[in-house]
C-alpha cells in the first residue's frame, strides 16, 4: 500500500508539473507571437518613414509637385507652375509662399521635399 501511495503521488506531481507547463505555454506563444507583430510593424514603419521623395519645384509638372507635396493638391501645384512660368525660377524655398494658396505651414511641413536644382 505504501507503494501505490508513492506511486499516486509521483504521478499527481508530474501531472500537476506537465498541467502547469501547458497553461504557461499559451500565453509564451501568444507574447512571442505579439512581440513578432510589434517587431514587424517597426520595420514596416522605419522603411516607410526612412527617406522622403523630393520634387524640383524649378522643373516639375503640376502632377509631380502635387504627388509629392504634402498639403499641395493638382490646382496648388498648377499655381505654382504658372507662378513659375511667369515670374520665373524660385531661389529659395520661402519664394513659394508668392504663390497663392501656399503659405509657410506648407512650406515648413515640406522642407525636405522641396528641390530648386537638380
Do not use: W
Not at 28 to 57: D, I, W
Not at 80 to 86: A, D, L, P, S
Not at 101 to 112: A, M
Request: with cysteine; charged share 20%; aromatic share 4%.
Amino acid at each position: 500500500m505504501v507503494a501505490t501511495i508513492e506511486t499516486y503521488r509521483s504521478t499527481s506531481l508530474l501531472t500537476g508539473i506537465s498541467r502547469t507547463a501547458k497553461t504557461l505555454a499559451a500565453p509564451r506563444q501568444l507574447l512571442l507571437k505579439l512581440l513578432a507583430g510589434l517587431v514587424c510593424v517597426a520595420l514596416y514603419s522605419t522603411a516607410a518613414v526612412a527617406e522622403p521623395a523630393t520634387v524640383n519645384v524649378n522643373s516639375a509638372d503640376a502632377t509631380t509637385i502635387a504627388e509629392v507635396l504634402d498639403g499641395v493638391g493638382t490646382s496648388r501645384a498648377q499655381a505654382i507652375v504658372e507662378y513659375r512660368q511667369q515670374h520665373g525660377t524660385f531661389a529659395d524655398a520661402y519664394d513659394l509662399a508668392n504663390v497663392k494658396g501656399i503659405g509657410d505651414r506648407t512650406i515648413e511641413l515640406n522642407e525636405d521635399r522641396i528641390r530648386l536644382t537638380d
